[in-house]
């Protein structure tokens, strides 16, 4: 190409979860003499601003400072709509790439009243994302999320799992979606793992787990095995530290509380780095409901860390090669995660086994270099059909 490909970005803020982590990185190692980013936002907030990179241009519609008086059904959405659809007919971008079913919905009439070809990105399993909206509505939301995925020109799963529930859920033709794994910068995660970690007590067991504070991500189960192990099982040494925010951080500490789990669980927040933690863990566990490919599970791998995890519908299992290099346990279900846990305890060595070949998996599979290429390959033949 003569000139690079203009493509715009866009999801909805850049708060500290795995999809908005996942597209800065995305814009960090993209190929600048062939690609030219920019980042639209539906609202101009988020940890993970400063970990842009600096030659990417972002358009947010709160700058608006749109008025929410007399927010009827549907005003917020419209107006969202039309700022984008204003956006794209400025920017004339050659292909837009969303993430996320709610960018994906907004950007799916945009894109057809500005005429830009668009790649949505499916990142968690559609019944959740549908399953969120009040029962009677659902209907009505899976009809707006069928039409944007179906009039999308190509439809990328985070995992090979997920693909096959896209397909299935919505019907959507094979050919229509493709796989193309999470990216994983394994030498930055080295370098900020090696830097100086939390000062925790040597003679505790440590879990750690990470993702938003979220229903779907289980963690009523995982305090419900903490308690189990804990309290009745005397397991006293053990020491659950929980990185990440969300609508559930209240319920969550109410709960740890009432089953007088203080000293046994921490919530540490949000942290930008939280791989030193991962370094002197000694167990990752992830107690999703739903899952897409969650990137905390390959970080961990990447760390060293023995993994347990439930086996959600996609992401998990395909990660872990069906277990061989993590234990995997059902979903919803505290007593299979309290007994994995003690088995982590009583027999550390075992779960220490598959850690080096885990760590080569994670490096052959989700390294940078194979994730952009396959990105980057869907957008060029994304944006050479529409010429």
Known sequence: ??????????????????AER??????????????????????RRGELFDELADDVEVTAFSDLQWSTRFNYPGRFRRAVVAHITDTLRTQSPDVVYDRCYPVTTLMAPATRQAGVPRVSTAVA????????????????????????????????????????????????PDELVTTVY????IDRIDQLAALSGP???????????????????????????????????????LQLHIYG???????????????????AICFEGFNVNPFPAFRLAQLFCL???????????????????????TDCHSGPREILDG?????????ADARALADAIEDAIKQYDKWQEPLEPARRHVVETFSVSAGMSRLEEVLVDVMASKL
């Not at 999470?182 to 910068?185: E, G, M, P, Q, V």
């Open 125 to 172: 399993d559609p019944a959740a994302e549908i399953g969120t909206h009040p029962r009677m509505l659902q209907p009505y939301y899976f009809k707006r999320a069928h039409q944007a995925y179906r009039t999308a020109d190509r439809v990328i799963a985070n995992s090979g799992g997920l693909r096959q529930r896209m397909i299935d859920y919505y019907g959507l």
């Open 1 to 18: 190409m003569s000139n690079p490909c203009r493509v715009l970005f866009a999801i909805g803020s850049l708060e500290g979860g795995g």
């Open 182 to 185: 999470n990216i994983l910068d």
């Open 199 to 237: 000062d925790w007590k040597s003679d505790r067991f440590h879990i750690i787990c990470s993702g938003r504070l979220h229903p779907d991500k289980g963690y009523l189960y995982l305090l419900e095995a903490i308690d189990d192990v804990v309290n009745r099982r005397e397991f006293k040494h």
């Open 245 to 263: 925010q969300g609508p559930q951080e209240q319920e969550l500490k109410e709960l740890a509380s009432a089953r007088k789990l203080n000293d």
């Open 323 to 331: 277990g061989r290099y993590g234990r995997l346990v059902p979903t």
């Open 22 to 43: 996942q597209l800065v990185e995305i814009l960090k190692h993209l190929d600048r003499s062939r690609f030219s980013p920019s980042l639209y936002l539906v609202n």
């Open 287 to 309: 107690s999703s409901l739903n899952e897409g490919m969650p990137n905390a599970v390959p970080e961990a791998m990447a760390c060293r860390v023995p993994v347990l995890s």
